[in-house]
């Protein structure tokens, strides 16, 4: 099946620094990745739609100067977390859709903000 | 954002028991798609529906698309304790480019 991996798993900053995390599809060629956060017990609330070679789209309330998403390959969505602040910390989620395919998830990526 | 109904929010399973959620919407879906996410992992998809009526099987699970195209149901069958996590219904915007519109998921925990 199609895998999707996420790196790091979990990262811990310091306020102020910036934190980027990786999200590839290791076997497809994703036309499309989406960026989540996810809360304690919620579900996931999506960012941000990455397509490659264009800029990201983001949702209502979602800063993308605070957000940055790069989408340079079909393989390859970066989403840098900038000038991270507590309130940063949270669980991120990729996910990648190829024409042909549903959406698979990477193993996401615990960011915490000291 | 969310706009699919889920329910129940939580359950507590005995090993051994059958387990049932439901989705519903306001609105069509032509797809409807099942993940399972455990603590600290991404969501794996579970079961994909395409067609209105379909009943689909994925060893103890399975998944049918209502004749509405405005639910779905997941079951799972003589529940096991690795069957704890969080279950999701999601419904991919074609003409969003496959943007997921998730339900607010379903908790199985094992009763104590």
């Known amino acids: 099946g199609a895998v999707v991996s996420q790196h790091p798993s979990w990262v811990i900053c310091k306020s102020g620094t910036s934190v980027k995390i990786e999200c590839r599809s290791l076997?497809?060629?994703?036309?499309?990745m989406f960026w989540y956060r996810q809360f304690p017990k919620q579900s996931l609330m999506l960012m941000a739609t990455?397509?490659?070679?264009?800029?990201?789209?983001?949702e209502q309330g979602v800063e993308k100067d605070k957000f940055l998403i790069n989408h340079a390959s079909l393989t390859l969505s970066t989403l840098t977390v900038t000038s991270a602040h507590p309130e940063d910390s949270s669980f991120y989620i990729c996910s990648a859709n190829s024409v042909n395919t549903e959406a698979f998830f990477g193993q996401g990526t615990r960011l915490t903000v000291v | 954002g969310q706009q699919l109904n889920q329910s129940p929010q939580s359950m507590f399973i005995q090993e051994g028991e059958d387990v049932s959620m439901n989705c519903t919407s306001s609105s069509i879906f032509n797809t409807w798609l099942w993940y399972k996410q455990d603590p600290g992992e991404g969501p794996v998809l579970l079961i994909a529906?395409?067609?209105?009526?379909e009943l689909t099987s994925n060893g103890r699970l399975t998944a049918q698309f209502g004749i509405t195209r405005k639910d779905s149901f997941l079951n799972i069958s003589a529940s096991i304790p690795s069957d704890v996590g969080i279950y999701f219904c999601?419904?991919?915007?074609?003409?969003?480019?496959?943007?997921?519109?998730f339900g607010g998921g379903t908790r199985v925990l094992v009763k104590p």
């Open positions: 529906l395409y067609k209105a009526g």
């Open positions: 076997d497809f060629q994703a036309t499309t």
């Open positions: 990455s397509n490659e070679g264009s800029k990201a789209t983001y």
């Open positions: 999601a419904g991919p915007r074609r003409a969003a480019g496959n943007k997921l519109t």
